[in-house]
């Protein structure tokens, strides 16, 4: 089958219909009537708050104890953006190396290139203590939905229910922070069913032990990202430190595995998942199908492939056009796959399945009927609602990664005239908000012009103005302003007429002033009036959308606050009907996942339950040691010492998404056997729902982690820590 990802020789609006065309080929093939969903299509992130002993028990015949589970969760840690967790009772902790690139430039000196070398420290003295990083724990869990519920409830309509909401949570957290003197957050779950005050003991001194180099840690690049079978030692270790300037002793760690995990064993992720839309109604799916991601994809996979043509087509510039390919492929990867899983008409035939058996509990309950009984509808009306607006918010707002410079200086230009236009007060209160949010430039029309200062003025038409990447730029900006738009609509015919994105782009140039960097410089010194009559087609075409915009943005709001009232009840209708047995969206809140080391079939053959270091010298030896399949230094040559047959990486069932990085996967005993990295690109549709079939967890394996640092590193200091959980 040829997808957006195989085939690049197509327009990118190709691509899109051909794979609408082979999705809607395939949904012929399948019966919505015999599509069952399954309770556990909204995943297994199970909460700390709710440990599901039950199902544990029953699943698997483990018996599970409240200890086991209080263990587990003060053995793990919050750090950001990711997870790492305790693996030694002298404060050793694991992460993963992405998710500590920025504690190597933090604790780098002049003149090293850990990247490049690697770092381990040889003696507690050598750990190096990254500035400004913080771990936290998570040691408080306390119920606190009655408060929050009746503050809620005494609000005469929607809004002021929210706002009381909203205080009486500010005022919980405040009051335990105070009381307790750890950090507190408010959580929800069920899409504000219940709430949960969780305070985090935070620890400030954290030193770098051990990170290996980038090569290696990343093994395979973009190329094998979101792939099996991997080869990546994705791991980083530091320890952290107490105010006395030594390690700190933890009563609770994850002890290291030294034989690992079999194929078929039951074991855990421990970490903190960031967002999953696995509740969302199927209105609010197809809508993101239909526009968010389209568009997105349109965008991304776009500009990444024309990237790549442009490197034959400028090939003085073909080395830049490669970086900046390589800069967003991992989102450019995850867009298009997203997207491709969102026009499964399987997946979705899966939800409207569990939407319908969630409707006949409703519709079954007079009450509940009453209460609940036009949550549906309510959404897919806003969402209708909100086809009319997105799409000219699209067109009129430009993305500074993807559309061309050219519209970029247009919408900067005419910002800037609206806001010099603006009273004294006025533009007071927008660079205070401003300054406030840290905003040092203008990322659309809402920043109004306030905050481009001259540094953002020079970047707008760099020294290094690239035409020919630019003009590329601008024909996607326009096709994807046409298809948001539609050929017929006003702004389309005026700016663009009937040709395509190409035709117009080349035009459009030839009639712009932005002929050079003193040339937009000039530009800014005229009056506010003088820039919105500029004749030039990037500054007309946002004089014409700009009035457009706040009245759309308002709308948008409106509607939003309406959809978000009806998604909360949705919560509690999956809370009344299914209780904890179903998990909540992930939110960033610690969870316990479990699955089942198992591999999968893929590509008409099954990828192995683990991976060896005999196949990552086998990648290196096929490819030649070229990028990004070379070796740092210490690797090119088989180290000695190194059992080959060792296992590097491993796949499981768990159910993980972004923020698990750095999740410890450990067995029943609480022992680590590996440490999660990355999911199978089959896992991208876990945003949605999940399916084990063929989603997985990638993780790094216990066994080969220790056998790199003993055998390959020479680091005995850190082996023999993490084979004793202490230092010696």
């Excluded at 399916?691 to 993780?699: D, I």
């Amino acid at each position: 089958m040829q997808t957006i990802l195989s085939v690049k020789k197509y327009s990118t609006a190709v691509l899109l219909m051909l794979v609408l065309f082979v999705f809607n080929m395939n949904a012929q093939t399948i019966n919505q009537d015999t599509v069952k969903s399954q309770k556990l299509d909204t995943g297994k992130m199970w909460t700390f708050e709710f440990p599901p002993f039950d199902y544990l028990e029953k699943t698997y015949g483990f018996k599970a104890t409240q200890e086991w589970f209080d263990d587990v969760r003060l053995s793990a840690l919050r750090i950001p953006g990711c997870t790492a967790s305790f693996v030694s009772e002298d404060g050793l902790i694991m992460t993963n190396n992405h998710c500590s690139r920025g504690t190597r430039r933090l604790i780098q000196k002049e003149g090293e290139d850990l990247a490049s070398t690697a770092f381990f420290a040889p003696t507690l003295a050598d750990e190096r203590k990254v500035p400004n990083y913080s771990a936290e724990q998570l040691v408080l869990l306390k119920d606190v939905t009655k408060e929050i519920t009746s503050a809620l409830s005494a609000g005469k309509d929607e809004k002021e229910k929210i706002a009381l909401r909203d205080a009486k949570m500010r005022e919980i957290k405040d009051q335990y922070e105070k009381e307790t003197k750890l950090k507190c957050d408010v959580v929800s779950y069920y899409n504000g069913s219940l709430f949960f005050v969780q305070g985090f003991k935070t620890y400030t001194d954290i030193r770098l032990v051990f990170q290996p180099e980038e090569q290696i840690a990343s093994y395979g690049g973009d190329p094998d990202n979101f792939t099996y079978p991997r080869y990546d030692l994705d791991c980083t270790f530091l320890r952290i430190y107490g105010d006395d300037g030594k390690p700190i002793k933890s009563d609770h760690f994850f002890k290291w595995s030294t034989n690992g995990a079999a194929a078929g064993e039951l074991v855990f992720t421990v970490g903190n998942p960031g967002t999953t839309n696995r509740l969302r109604t199927v209105a609010q799916l197809e809508y993101l199908r239909d526009i968010t991601y389209r568009n997105s994809a349109f965008l991304s996979d776009n500009l990444y492939n024309r990237l790549d043509q442009l490197k034959s087509v400028n090939p003085k510039m073909a080395d830049e056009y490669e970086r900046q390919r390589l800069a967003f492929s991992n989102g450019w990867k995850n867009t298009v796959n997203t997207y491709k899983a969102l026009n499964d008409p399987y997946l979705i035939a899966r939800k409207k399945d569990f939407e319908k058996k969630l409707q006949k509990v409703v519709s079954a309950n007079e009450d509940l009927k009453k209460e609940y009984g036009h949550v549906w509808k309510t959404i897919e009306t806003t969402r209708e609602e909100l086809r009319k607006i997105e799409p000219k918010l699209a067109a009129f707002t430009p993305n500074q990664q993807y559309w061309s410079r050219y519209f970029t200086i247009g919408n900067a230009l005419v910002a800037y005239a609206k806001f010099q236009m603006l009273p004294e007060d006025k533009k007071k209160e927008i660079l205070d908000a401003q300054s406030q949010r840290r905003s040092g430039m203008p990322g659309g029309m809402g920043q109004r012009g306030g905050g481009i200062q001259q540094g953002f003025r020079d970047d707008l038409y760099p020294d290094n103005f690239d035409s020919i990447l630019e003009e590329a730029k601008l024909d996607i900006s326009i096709d994807f302003i046409i298809m948001n738009l539609g050929k017929n609509d006003a702004v389309v015919t005026k700016f663009f007429g009937a040709k395509s994105g190409k035709d117009a782009a080349k035009d459009l140039i030839a009639k712009s002033l932005f002929k050079s960097k003193a040339a937009v410089q000039e530009l800014f010194k005229k009056t506010p009036q003088e820039i919105l009559a500029l004749d030039d087609p990037f500054v007309q075409y946002f004089v014409k959308v700009e009035p457009q915009v706040e009245p759309l943005r308002n709308q948008q709001k409106e509607i939003m606050d309406t959809e978000n009232v009806a998604f909360g009840l949705l919560g509690q209708i999956l809370y009344k009907t299914y209780g904890t047995s179903v998990t909540p969206d992930a939110n960033r809140t610690l969870r316990l996942s479990d699955g089942l080391m198992k591999g999968y079939d893929y590509n008409g053959t099954t990828a192995p339950v683990k991976s060896t270091f005999f196949g990552m010298f086998d990648r290196f030896y096929g490819f030649e040691g070229k990028y990004p399949f070379n070796l740092p230094e210490r690797w090119k040559n088989i180290p000695k010492d190194l059992d080959l047959k060792t296992p590097i990486n491993f796949v499981a069932t768990n159910d993980i998404v972004g923020g698990n990085s750095g999740s410890a996967v450990i067995n029943k005993n609480a022992e680590v056997i590996g440490l999660a990295f990355d999911g199978n690109i089959e896992s991208l549709q876990g945003n949605f729902i999940y399916l084990p079939t063929f989603n997985r967890t990638v993780a790094v394996d216990s066994k080969g982690m220790l056998e790199a640092i003993k055998n390959v590193y020479k680091f005995d200091r850190l082996a023999d820590e993490l084979a004793n959980g202490k230092l010696k």
